[in-house]
């Protein structure tokens, strides 16, 4: 059992950075893949990003490559989410989410794959 609790969300402007954290229970941590999925109001939750449990792998949405980073701190059971040049379009709630299935990139870019996650947590980007 996983649990995981997100936190760094807030309200910015358009062009500002946040970093997200999602710190885990539990001893297996280091084992698991993470995304992180974001969901806007009348939308489908949707993938952000992922790592791999070694953090040596990670792949990204089309919509966010080269303005967010993934990382994990696995000393400190956390992973992250920079987020950088934020767009009103980033707006949604952030979910955290840990999957102890292989890191393939269909695996850990399906939603269905992750078999915790987090309570989410709240970021909105005004223009």
């Known amino acids: 059992q996983v649990q995981l609790v997100e936190s760094g969300g807030g309200l910015v402007q358009a062009g500002d950075s946040l970093r997200l954290s999602c710190t885990a229970s539990g001893r297996t941590f280091s084992t698991y893949a993470m995304g992180w999925f974001r969901q806007a109001p009348g939308k489908e939750r949707e993938f952000v990003a992922t790592?791999?449990?070694?953090?040596?792998?990670?792949y990204y949405a089309d919509s966010v490559k080269g303005r967010f980073t993934i990382s994990r701190d696995n000393a400190k059971n956390t992973v992250y989410l920079q987020m950088n040049s934020l767009k009103p379009e980033d707006t949604a709630v952030y979910y955290c989410?840990?999957?102890?299935?292989?890191?393939?990139?269909?695996?850990?870019?399906?939603?269905?794959?992750?078999?915790?996650w987090g309570q989410g947590t709240q970021v909105t980007v005004s223009s």
């Open positions: 790592i791999s449990w070694s953090g040596g792998s990670t």
């Open positions: 989410a840990a999957t102890p299935y292989p890191y393939t990139r269909v695996v850990v870019t399906t939603l269905s794959s992750y078999r915790y």
